[in-house]
């Protein structure tokens, strides 16, 4: 069953999907910039069929909270929030892109919090050269444009504190390449690999959207690391 619920935290309310055993090891969902927590659709149950799954929308997007201001400190923030006011000492976390960074940025954060750490097609923390935010779209989006100029200026001049960070880390940590096709630069993905200690690498040939685009081949590669 899948169950939505808000929950309200102390700077903003979050909408959280909730499926899978109620008994089952926790397992939390983020998603991509633009993106919110239906994302992840397609490959569940198949992902972690034991495990009981949480996918919020983040701030700003689906049908969470709007903000006055957005960054991807912020977001990871209001992920421990929400572990906190669900009772979650201890999670598997799966990030893709921008929910990638805030699951990393957790983890270092936090690391007695992640037990396992999946980081799907994500942009490693090291400045790229700026381009302009693209005009918002003519019609309506699930999610607030304002997003967008905030995390992209954030990815693209990154503070060296969270690649510094990375070392910290402790969870067992799977990264996930797109390969040549996807936007981010997958050389990257190596160096952010090298610095988690606990770290193997896998790449499924789909571009940036891999779990979307490669759903199956998605699944075979991170369910077994996910599985207790």
Same mark, same amino acid.
């Given at each position: 069953?899948n169950e939505?619920?808000?929950?309200?935290?102390?700077?903003?309310?979050?909408?959280?999907?909730?499926?899978?055993?109620?008994?089952?090891?926790?397992?939390v969902?983020?998603?991509?910039?633009?993106?919110?927590?239906?994302?992840?659709?397609?490959?569940l149950?198949?992902?972690?069929?034991?495990?009981?799954?949480?996918?919020?929308?983040?701030?700003?997007?689906?049908?969470?909270?709007?903000t006055?201001?957005?960054?991807?400190?912020?977001?990871?923030?209001?992920?421990?929030?929400?572990?906190?006011?669900?009772? *979650? #000492? !201890?999670?598997?976390?799966?990030?893709? @892109?921008?929910?990638?960074?805030?699951? %990393? $940025?957790?983890a270092?954060? +936090?690391p007695?919090?992640?037990?396992?750490?999946?980081?799907?097609?994500?942009?490693?923390?090291?400045?790229?050269?700026?381009?302009a935010?693209?005009?918002?779209?003519?019609?309506?989006?699930?999610?607030?444009?304002?997003?967008?100029?905030?995390?992209?200026?954030?990815?693209?001049?990154p503070?060296?504190?969270?690649?510094?960070?990375?070392?910290?880390?402790?969870?067992?940590?799977?990264?996930?390449?797109?390969?040549p096709?996807?936007?981010?630069?997958?050389?990257?993905?190596?160096? *952010? #690999? !090298?610095?988690?200690?606990?770290?193997? @690498?896998?790449t499924?040939?789909?571009? %940036? $959207?891999?779990?979307?685009? +490669?759903?199956?081949?998605?699944v075979?590669?991170?369910a077994?690391?996910?599985?207790?």
């Amino acid at each position: 069953m899948n169950e939505v619920r808000i929950v309200n935290l102390p700077e903003v309310a979050l909408a959280c999907r909730t499926s899978g055993p109620v008994d089952g090891p926790p397992l939390v969902l983020l998603h991509a910039l633009g993106e919110r927590a239906s994302d992840w659709d397609v490959v569940l149950p198949a992902l972690a069929p034991g495990h009981r799954v949480y996918a919020p929308d983040l701030r700003g997007h689906g049908d969470s909270g709007r903000t006055a201001g957005y960054g991807l400190p912020e977001m990871r923030d209001d992920v421990l929030a929400l572990l906190d006011a669900l009772g *979650l #000492a !201890r999670v598997d976390l799966v990030g893709h @892109s921008m929910g990638g960074v805030v699951a %990393h $940025l957790l983890a270092q954060h +936090r690391p007695e919090r992640v037990a396992r750490l999946v980081l799907e097609d994500v942009p490693a923390p090291y400045p790229r050269p700026a381009s302009a935010v693209p005009d918002g779209p003519d019609g309506p989006v699930h999610f607030d444009w304002a997003v967008v100029g905030a995390v992209k200026a954030q990815i693209d001049s990154p503070d060296p504190a969270w690649r510094e960070g990375l070392s910290g880390i402790t969870a067992r940590t799977l990264v996930v390449g797109g390969g040549p096709t996807s936007h981010v630069p997958q050389e990257g993905l190596v160096e *952010l #690999a !090298r610095r988690i200690p606990d770290c193997r @690498s896998v790449t499924v040939e789909a571009g %940036h $959207l891999v779990h979307a685009a +490669r759903p199956a081949e998605f699944v075979a590669a991170v369910a077994p690391f996910l599985a207790r």
